[in-house]
């Protein structure tokens, strides 16, 4: 089998709604692909200090992977592999109702796929 290894560089943007919380759920989808996360940024345009929270998989406790208080213009190094179908959760609260929350992502992006030609 044969691998591709590319630049992984995504971004989503959602608005705080009227209670004031932001959800971004974000993950691979194509079977075989494998994401390797190296930094995750949060940003809002709140103009109240809203909690940002990063869960895997499951938006409870036990899989916080990362968080801040400002919820704004914050950034993790990080290592984290995520598989096919495994999630970041991201939740924003105590935000501007209608203000923007946007959670960025860099590393790599691995698929495995296809042959090398040679058997």
């Not at 940002?52 to 406790?61: G, H, Q, T």
Request: no cysteine.
């Amino acid at each position: 089998m044969v691998s591709t290894v590319r630049p992984l560089d995504t971004n989503r943007t959602v608005k705080f709604d009227s209670t004031g919380t932001a959800k971004i759920i974000i993950g691979p989808t194509v079977f075989g692909e494998n994401w390797r996360v190296r930094r995750m940024t949060v940003t809002s345009d709140s103009a109240l200090d809203s909690d940002a929270r990063v869960y895997l998989n499951a938006e409870i406790d036990s899989r916080l992977v990362a968080g801040t208080w400002s919820g704004n213009r914050d950034f993790n190094e990080t290592d984290i592999t995520l598989q096919t179908l495994d999630r970041f959760i991201v939740v924003w609260v105590n935000g501007t109702p209608g203000a923007n929350a946007s959670f960025l992502i860099q590393g790599t992006s691995e698929r495995m796929g296809g042959y090398s030609g040679i058997y």
